[in-house]
């Protein structure tokens, strides 16, 4: 392995197999940087130009340090949801900085700390604090909730479900989140040391996201505040294990704490173009169709 990535690209990009890493790996490519695809399946890689593909996986240290030697910038997409992510994470991390790499660009969550009321946050808020603890060089873009899944947040019944009260979140759209990707990897030292809180151009409690959907695509949409008794017992059917359950809970219980809420300029000042907003994004998904 390590034969095979000699003079290879020196940025590297996890997640292209995804919508976020898919997103920042075909801007790249566009503009002609050379980049490393990290993946777990070599041949589910995109085929970009100047892109070279290595196997590389979160949870296993030697070949994710192999895959990750000669690595100066380094694009880290948070690992899938899972009980040990947090160590996924941290293997990873000591994989980089063994293997050599200056600088992580690692994509966190709005408001990481680890008493944040979302629970995956804190998971993001214990990596940080790793990648500080690394001696790499680092950059956290902090996210919002992603404006796209709102829509999919509607049941059958046109009801939107959960304890958020008349919380607010500042929605941002993916794009916006991979132009900043973009924009930080362009000039990676410009940006070390900095936090970048990503949201959309304005917070919105549920009910205005449900009006907004309502608005725009003429179904009739609306927002029940569940009781957490009624949050948890509404989830139950899906089987899913204690730790997913209340990761689900808690998205919308952080929003009912404020910890969602704030609109930040990042997007604009590193992308020199506004957010899109829950409305933009649904109106021109509502014109394509």
Do not use: K
Not at 100 to 116: E, I, K, L, T, W
Not at 222 to 227: I, L, P, Q, V
Not at 239 to 252: C, E, L, R
């Amino acid at each position: 392995m390590s034969a095979a990535v000699t003079g290879s690209p020196s940025l590297a990009v996890t997640g292209s197999t995804g919508w976020l890493g898919g997103l920042v790996a075909r801007d790249l490519a566009g503009r002609g940087v050379a980049q490393r695809l990290l993946v777990r399946d070599v041949s589910r890689a995109p085929d970009l130009a100047g892109s070279l593909a290595a196997p590389c996986s979160y949870r296993e240290a030697d070949a994710a340090r192999a895959a990750l030697e000669g690595v100066e910038t380094l694009f880290m997409v948070s690992a899938a949801e899972s009980e040990d992510r947090l160590h996924e994470h941290r293997t990873f991390v000591d994989a980089a900085a063994a293997a050599g790499v200056r600088q992580v660009v690692y994509v966190s969550f709005f408001g990481a700390a680890p008493d944040a009321t979302f629970t995956l946050a804190r998971d993001h808020a214990a990596t940080e604090q790793h990648l500080r603890d690394s001696g790499m060089a680092w950059t956290f873009l902090r996210d919002n909730l992603y404006l796209e899944f709102m829509d999919h947040m509607v049941g059958d019944d046109g009801v939107v479900r959960g304890p958020a009260g008349e919380g607010r979140a500042a929605v941002v759209s993916h794009d916006d989140i991979a132009r900043v990707a973009v924009a930080v990897l362009l000039d990676p030292h410009a940006h070390a040391g900095a936090t970048y809180d990503l949201t959309g151009p304005e917070s919105l409690t549920f009910a205005e996201m449900a009006e907004t959907i309502t608005d725009v695509t003429g179904r009739e949409v609306r927002f029940h505040d569940e009781t957490l008794e009624e949050a948890y017992a509404s989830r139950a059917v899906y089987g899913a294990p204690d730790w997913q359950v209340d990761a689900w809970v808690s998205t919308y219980t952080a929003v009912a704490a404020g910890e969602l809420d704030g609109v930040s300029g990042d997007v604009e000042r590193l992308t020199g173009r506004r957010p899109t907003s829950l409305r933009e994004y649904l109106e021109a998904q509502h014109a394509s169709r």
